[in-house]
């Protein structure tokens, strides 16, 4: 079956632009995730959907990152005033709780969008 | 709060050579530790996952044990191959924390020369 999808693949823009990230989750997987990878580095955690609403964003840089998932299916990364510094691999993930611990939940992973800000 | 530390690449090795790469954690409460590979031109894809301490998680040809004693998740194959050249990635969720949220190592990249 398809996977986690993501769109586009790659977005140069210049600083200050705006910019809007994509992700498609695997079907009927209730929980999605934003990480951000940068060059040389482990992804790291930006944001936790379960359903529609964002269950935890506390790794979002800062004030002009923002994303939704109005209908609990597609969500979007929203960066605003982009910098030079936000230039990175933005990965989105999915997964379905099985009813245990959803730490022991495998996490499906897109193949990411790169964000080249110049 | 979580960290998990692993060896620093890259590492080359020729075809059917044994290959350990060692992954070092720390946890605030009781985490469920994965590799995670991640292929030329692809996406992050599960390897192997434990959940508890000593189990052991296993995937084509790749093991690694949970050892909470050593907080420590290495990741081994008795015979590599050039198609195992990728970039390896340990990580953790915390079942006593954020556990949704996975914390990963730097990643090591592997070369395997024919």
């Known amino acids: 079956g398809a996977g986690v999808s993501q769109t586009p693949s790659n977005k140069v823009t210049e600083k200050g632009k705006y910019v809007e990230l994509r992700c498609d989750p695997i079907?009927?997987?209730?929980?999605l995730y934003w990480y951000r990878q940068s060059l040389g580095q482990g992804p790291e955690f930006l944001i936790y959907f379960q359903g529609t609403g964002a269950a935890d964003d506390s790794g979002l840089p800062n004030d002009r990152f923002f994303a939704v998932r109005p209908e609990g299916s597609v969500s979007t990364l929203k960066i605003q005033r982009t910098e030079r510094g936000d230039s990175a691999v933005y990965l989105c993930a999915s997964s379905n709780p099985t009813g245990l611990a959803i730490g022991t939940d495998t996490q499906y992973f897109g193949p990411g969008t790169r964000l080249t800000v110049l | 709060g979580d960290s998990v530390t692993q060896m620093e690449g890259p590492v080359t090795l020729s075809e059917e050579a044994f290959l350990t790469i060692n992954c070092t954690y720390t946890a605030t409460g009781y985490p469920s530790l994965f590799w995670y590979v991640q292929y030329p031109g692809e996406g992050l894809q599960l390897l192997l996952k434990?959940?508890?301490?000593?189990d052991k998680g296993s995937n084509k040809g790749f093991e690694a044990t949970y050892r909470k004693e050593t907080t420590s998740f290495h990741l081994e194959k008795g015979s590599v191959q050039v198609s195992d050249s990728a970039v390896y990635f340990c990580?953790?969720?915390?079942?006593?924390?954020?556990?949704?949220?996975?914390?990963f190592g730097k990643g090591t990249l592997l070369t395997v020369n024919p």
């Open positions: 434990a959940t508890k301490a000593d």
């Open positions: 079907s009927g997987h209730t929980a």
């Open positions: 990580a953790l969720s915390d079942l006593w924390g954020s556990n949704y949220k996975l914390t």
